[in-house]
């Protein structure tokens, strides 16, 4: 898969001030043996030696598709879910191969409480503690600052390494993405984690609706959008964007109750939003308010008059007859499956929900569109900030084993994300041309740039001034506002830079 730029969310989330310790763990266990010459791992074994693996088993309710511990774990009995299959096989060689015992453990919480229980474990010292915690990103986020998680780039003197976050399967520019030195790596997020193409975002598509309106498509497209094909390789050949999809809601859109007021029973709704829209598509656009530099510091933009625009381009598309605000993706999916909607936007991930999958009108998906075709050459997906990733916990008794085990499983992971994709998905799903060529660019053009957001989050902790609403792109004011706090997110950033220097 292409790796594209990544700037990565959980820096949004570095805000929290832990005054805690890093607690003590050692190495654990046997050393396990090196790493033959042409990568073989014929020459490690660690005897036996058990590594806990900790999977969130919690269903999100914001979302239709089901928690993630299937795709880390397998369930017990896997039936005629071939991915499970796929990860079972997968993690049995990884025990037989290393000489480890896997033992799973399963939190079903709220992404909220898992900083809540990290603490725990950690500020008791748990015997139990889990080695590898895989969950939501943001919580992990906070239990980094917090100093719960080891440093996995430089574990310590005498402790045994296996991590290569170069080799195939790791996603390397996100884990660079969630530090601010790269001699600290803290989290880690890899193919092994298939939310990782489950929770990017995407604009899911009525072909039916779409057929039925080609009139307004080529009213709002051009003469040459004339089908349901022609839709897709005007996508393909990258001239997707917001002004288009504000076109084509409008051009589609009919009224059934109140004469421009956009309403769910209207006989057809060109697109339906969801709060999370406004940074997806500003994600999505490449412009931000904040970036890394090259050493992975987070720096002010000098001129943000880019995003301003972006952030007008987006209020002009909500404003638009035929676009309806939903309050989570769950809710815009509902309203897709009505049938009346030509666009709705959700996560990848939905297609596993079975109300898709039994949805009778032909379907089909598009990338986010680009903010402008004349500014942004590649679209850009983004990815959910619930997307869960892997981190190790400083009371972990088994780092060297640990780190052979996740290594080992995103080496191999390319047959588990191969059957996830191409059969759990991409065929599944609907055995159609337009959607499977859609697919891949989605998943070619993934990325993460939240850059915007580090600043309105680090000045709500550090100052307590509450957030910035002018971030949010909605609001017509964001340059003038955001200019009246520049000073203080600088501030601020410097604080949170500051703190995390500190940690081990």
């Not at 919690?58 to 928690?67: G, K, V």
Request: charged share 25%; aromatic share 12%; glycine share 8%.
């Amino acid at each position: 898969m292409k790796k594209a730029r990544i700037v990565c969310l959980l820096l949004a989330l570095v805000l929290c001030l832990g005054v805690l310790a890093s607690c003590d763990g050692g190495g654990g266990g046997a050393d396990g043996g090196d790493r033959g010459e042409d990568g073989s791992w014929a020459s490690v074994d660690f005897d036996g030696q058990k590594v806990r693996l900790c999977v969130s088993a919690h269903q999100t309710p914001e979302c239709n598709f089901p928690a993630a511990d299937i795709y880390t774990k397998g369930p017990d009995t896997a039936g005629s879910n071939e991915v499970a299959k796929e990860v079972l096989a997968r993690n049995k060689a990884a025990e037989e191969t290393l000489g480890i015992e896997i033992e799973y453990e399963t939190r079903n919480l709220y992404y909220d409480k898992v900083i809540e229980d990290v603490e725990n474990i950690v500020m008791t010292a748990s015997k139990n503690s889990p080695d590898i915690y895989n969950n939501d990103c943001a919580s992990l986020a906070y239990s980094m600052v917090s100093g719960y998680l080891w440093n996995v780039k430089n574990p310590g003197d005498g402790i045994k390494n296996y991590f290569d976050f170069s080799k195939d399967g790791w996603y390397e520019e996100f884990i660079k993405g969630c530090t601010f030195n790269q001699d600290k790596y803290y989290m880690f997020a890899g193919d092994y984690f298939i939310d990782m193409i489950r929770m990017a975002w995407v604009i899911y598509v009525n072909n039916n609706t779409l057929a039925a309106n080609i009139e307004s498509v080529r009213t709002a497209l051009g003469s040459d959008v004339n089908s349901v094909d022609a839709f897709y390789d005007f996508v393909s050949q990258g001239f997707w964007d917001m002004d288009a999809l504000a076109r084509l809601a409008n051009a589609a859109h009919s009224d059934s109750g109140e004469i421009g007021v956009t309403e769910k029973s209207d006989t057809t709704v060109g697109f339906v939003y969801v709060n999370n829209s406004n940074w997806a598509f500003s994600a999505g656009s490449g412009v931000t308010l904040y970036y890394q530099d090259e050493n992975y510091e987070p720096k002010v933009m000098q001129d943000y008059s880019k995003f301003q625009l972006v952030a007008n381009k987006f209020q002009n598309l909500e404003q638009t007859p035929g676009v309806l605000k939903q309050q989570q993706p769950q809710d815009a999916t509902s309203c897709f499956l009505q049938g009346n909607f030509l666009f709705a936007i959700s996560r990848l991930g939905e297609m596993e929900s079975e109300a898709l999958r039994e949805f009778k009108p032909a379907k089909g998906l598009v990338p986010i569109p680009k903010w402008s075709v004349q500014e942004q050459d590649d679209y850009i997906t983004t990815l959910h900030d619930q997307v869960e990733i892997g981190a190790i916990l400083n009371t972990a008794q088994a780092f060297s084993a640990s780190s052979a085990l996740m290594q080992y499983l995103n080496e191999e992971s390319e047959k588990v994300v191969y059957t996830y994709y191409e059969k759990g998905l991409k065929f599944k799903y609907n055995d159609d041309k337009n959607n499977r060529e859609m697919m891949d660019l989605i998943r070619e053009t993934v990325g993460s740039p939240f850059g915007f957001q580090i600043g309105d989050h680090c000045q709500d902790f550090y100052t307590g001034t509450g957030k910035l609403k002018g971030m949010y792109i909605t609001d017509s004011s964001l340059a003038s506002t955001f200019a009246s706090e520049k000073d203080a997110y600088n501030d601020c950033m410097a604080k949170m830079i500051e703190h995390f220097k500190q940690l081990p």
